[in-house]
């Protein structure tokens, strides 16, 4: 199997463009933290895929793991001005939050 690539998550992230918005438009968020939602969603199951793949290697692993990071980051720094902003990305983060490295990341980063 081959190796999981910054280009080959990229273009999940790519993909995640596109897909439906996983909070409704109707209540007020953004376009933008939508596609950053989708894009951590999509990275995160990548990472997911490498880690439990038994032939993965440590460097893929921590690839896939940078990657998510970043994405994780990007929601973190994200400046919610809206309510509708910030609620999604309150509750965005408090459901993810288990399942990923916010508490270790995004802690410090995290804007409201």
């Not at 909070?23 to 953004?30: L, M, N």
């Not at 038994?54 to 940078?66: E, F, L, P, T, V």
Request: proline residues 4%.
């Amino acid at each position: 199997m081959p190796a999981v690539t910054r280009r080959t998550l990229l273009a999940f992230t790519a993909v995640a463009s596109v897909v439906e918005p996983t909070f409704a438009e109707g209540e007020g968020i953004s376009r933008e933290l939508q596609a950053l939602i989708a894009t951590h969603e999509v990275t995160y199951n990548a990472l997911h895929r490498v880690v439990h793949r038994a032939d993965s290697s440590w460097h893929d692993r921590k690839s896939a793991g940078r990657i998510e990071e970043e994405a994780l980051l990007a929601i973190c720094s994200y400046p919610a001005t809206s309510r509708g902003d910030r609620r999604a990305k309150a509750e965005y983060l408090s459901r993810n939050g288990a399942n990923s490295t916010w508490k270790s990341t995004c802690r410090q980063s995290c804007t409201p």
